[in-house]
């Protein structure tokens, strides 16, 4: 089994950042990808990036060149640097890890970005 546990959400303006972070516990042998995921108000759940054990990374369109994954395999855990956020980007933030073919979440953390 796997705990995850977020922090790092917020409120801030357009064009701020914020840096989420992701911490594994329990069974964080073999973790391979590391994920973070996003669900906007009256919206389903989309994934946001992702990063294999050995850095690769890769991001959905509407992040690119704002969003930067990164993980520090020794504390197991996954970060997200969000930078010149818009107001589209209000989401609750979840980080999404697989183990043992099982999919565990954490709990997710609320970033709002409104003026």
């Known amino acids: 089994q796997v705990q995850l546990v977020e922090s790092g959400g917020g409120l801030v303006q357009p064009g701020g950042s914020l840096t989420l972070s992701c911490a594994a516990s329990?069974?964080?042998?073999?973790?391979?990808?590391m994920n973070w995921y996003r669900q906007a108000p009256g919206k389903g759940r989309e994934l946001v990036a992702t990063?294999?054990?050995?850095?690769?990374?890769n991001y959905a369109d509407p992040v690119k060149g704002r969003f930067t994954i990164s993980r520090d395999n020794a504390k197991n855990a996954v970060y997200l640097q969000m930078n010149s956020l818009k107001p589209e980007d209000t989401a609750i933030y979840y980080c999404?890890?697989?183990?043992?073919?099982?999919?565990?979440w954490g709990q997710g953390t609320q970033v709002a970005v409104s003026s």
């Open positions: 999404n890890v697989l183990h043992g073919s099982r999919n565990y």
């Open positions: 990063i294999t054990y050995g850095g690769r990374t």
């Open positions: 329990g069974n964080t042998l073999s973790l391979n990808s």
